[in-house]
């Protein structure tokens, strides 16, 4: 073994998020400044993501629905780690420390005191051979916070500056921001929908699953009353922290707005607006 390699204390991080296109797959190396080792994406198949997504409200057989669900999820997740673990050419022999995993939310409510994320962390450990940590959430929601706790203090590690306020902005289904000012308490939080409400839109009138490259909005020219009568919702009236999910913004979320009779482009370029404000 190298001496480079001695040192290295290697990582594998899993995530798959609100947008529910699949999984990202990442081998880093924790030993000093966090370093890319290699990166994977595995595509959801379309009937668990159809089946997450049913899952994000009341349904029939819950329990069992969900236990399933994070038993096929964790299948997947051993399957990116193996992956990853290939391209970069480490293959299965190679030394990781752990694997940190929070599964897939399908319910966020701190308000409520809770956040549900499906994974089976023991079934991943037994698939893939490694330790895996798990269940981010739950003690920061414990203690008063809204359930996300380490990408702040991530940024915070990575990219704070004593001279330069910077603020490191995520864009996925939900969008958050951190707030990395010179000195003083770091911040993060949502700041409202990200693709989330495009990608609904363009799935119900394109046909597939996103606006690629953003065609369809700038095909389209947004309504300045339709985006102040969004930007009226009172989360965004809220004051940080703040977080929120698909249980506030969803369809019937954008159906209320009576988008109906509007240009379907004309919506999508609002909707691309609402997220941009």
């Not at 549900?116 to 920061?140: K, Y």
Request: net charge negative; hydrophobic share 45%; aromatic share 6%.
């Amino acid at each position: 073994m190298s001496a480079r390699s001695e040192a290295e204390q290697l990582y594998v991080g899993l995530m798959s998020g609100t947008s529910l296109d699949g999984v990202d797959a990442v081998l880093v190396d924790l030993a000093d400044k966090p370093r890319l080792i290699a990166a994977r994406h595995l595509v959801f198949p379309q009937a668990l993501r159809e089946s997450l997504l049913a899952l994000h409200w009341s349904g029939d057989d819950e329990i069992d629905r969900a236990a399933r669900l994070a038993n096929e999820l964790s299948e997947l997740y051993a399957g990116a780690v193996a992956r990853v673990l290939e391209h970069s050419g480490r293959g299965a022999n190679a030394r990781i420390v752990a694997i940190g995993c929070h599964g897939q939310t399908v319910r966020h409510r701190p308000e409520k005191g809770y956040s549900v994320q499906l994974v089976n962390p023991a079934l991943l450990a037994e698939r893939t051979g490694i330790t895996v940590v798990a269940d981010f959430r739950s003690r920061d929601i414990a203690a008063g916070g809204q359930g996300a706790p380490l990408v702040p203090a991530f940024h915070a590690r990575c990219f704070r500056d004593a001279l330069r306020h910077r603020v490191i902005v995520n864009i996925g289904g939900i969008a958050n921001l951190t707030d990395l000012p010179p000195s003083g308490p770091v911040r993060g939080f949502d700041t409202g929908p990200g693709n989330m409400l495009l990608d609904t839109w363009a799935r119900s009138h394109l046909g597939c699953d996103y606006d690629r490259d953003g065609e369809y909005a700038a095909s389209g020219t947004a309504q300045d009353a339709l985006l102040a009568r969004m930007l009226a919702d009172e989360f965004f009236r809220r004051a940080p922290p703040r977080s929120t999910g698909r249980e506030h913004f969803n369809a019937r979320w954008l159906d209320a707005f009576g988008v109906a009779p509007l240009g379907a482009a004309d919506v999508q370029a609002t909707l691309a607006e609402l997220t941009a404000a």
